[in-house]
């Protein structure tokens, strides 16, 4: 950090287990890549090439390698399994992977249908070579799981090898553990967090009041994904309580209450 302020949370280093931020990557050039690690890198753990993107996105494995010089795991979006999947091809998938050189994969099923006993194979398949994100929950709003099998299928995906387990929110953050309007299903983030632990999980969060809500509940450590590249730094200053959304989440009681008090009578004096 340039200077030093107190009562700043503590952020583990990289490469960590929790607190990890997932940028979704939706066709950028070399340029804005490296503009992008020049300015995020180091506040950037993981990058996801979204949906299909990785397919037509040129100069694909020159930006493979930006990313991993840079300390970031990049991976390809869960779609794009879905698509190999889809078609059969489950085996060329794997290939594509190896070709790339990429220790990172996204096993999800949100825009098909996977048994779940042949998806959790799938897992355990691939992480005997690389770690695994698997995801739970429908892109599809009309689609409602029951917070008991979120849990179930949640446990399921970590038993069977996934290092997180990613919870759908999707680009807009609007399915998923989201209701259509964009706020958090507290019942159903609550009873997950019950039986899952949080540090085993990231929340897909793209909107800002979203990842406001995860750190207010979570702290500063929770893992958050599809954030804007825009939005990496300003997603650290939430964290760090150094925006107004967090300012008091992280100052001691008898800072936060002091000031609170100041602006209360501050208020009091414009009334007058």
């Not at 890198?41 to 397919?55: E, N, P």
């Not at 825009?111 to 998806?119: A, N, Y």
């Not at 309580?241 to 008091?248: A, K, N, Q, S």
Request: charged share 30%.
């Amino acid at each position: 950090m340039n200077f030093t302020i107190p009562f700043i949370p503590q952020r583990t280093e990289k490469p960590r287990n929790k607190g990890v931020t997932m940028m979704m990557d939706k066709g950028l050039g070399l340029k804005e890549t490296e503009h992008f690690i020049e300015a995020s890198g180091a506040l950037t753990d993981i990058v996801k090439f979204g949906f299909g993107t990785s397919f037509v996105t040129p100069n694909f494995a020159e930006k493979i390698k930006l990313y991993k010089e840079a300390g970031i795991r990049p991976y390809l979006g869960g779609t794009l399994f879905e698509a190999f999947y889809a078609r059969g091809m489950f085996e060329d998938y794997l290939r594509v992977l190896d070709k790339y050189d990429l220790d990172l994969a996204e096993v999800s099923d949100g825009s098909i249908i996977i048994p779940h006993k042949e998806k959790c194979k799938l897992i355990k398949r691939i992480a005997k070579d690389r770690r695994v994100m698997s995801e739970v929950g429908s892109k599809d709003s009309g689609i409602i799981i029951s917070p008991a099998k979120w849990v179930r299928l949640m446990k399921a995906e970590l038993d069977a090898g996934s290092w997180k387990v990613i919870a759908e929110g999707r680009e807009a953050g609007n399915v998923g553990v989201f209701r259509p309007n964009g706020t958090a299903h507290t019942l159903l983030i609550n009873r997950i967090i019950a039986k899952i632990n949080p540090d085993d999980i990231l929340w897909e969060a793209p909107q800002k009041n979203q990842q406001v809500w995860f750190i207010k509940l979570f702290g500063a450590e929770v893992n958050l994904g599809n954030i804007a590249p825009n939005d990496i730094i300003p997603l650290e200053c939430l964290r760090l309580g150094l925006r107004g959304d967090t300012f008091f989440e992280f100052l001691p009681n008898d800072y936060s209450d002091r000031l609170k008090q100041v602006n209360d009578e501050s208020d009091i004096d414009a009334e007058e």
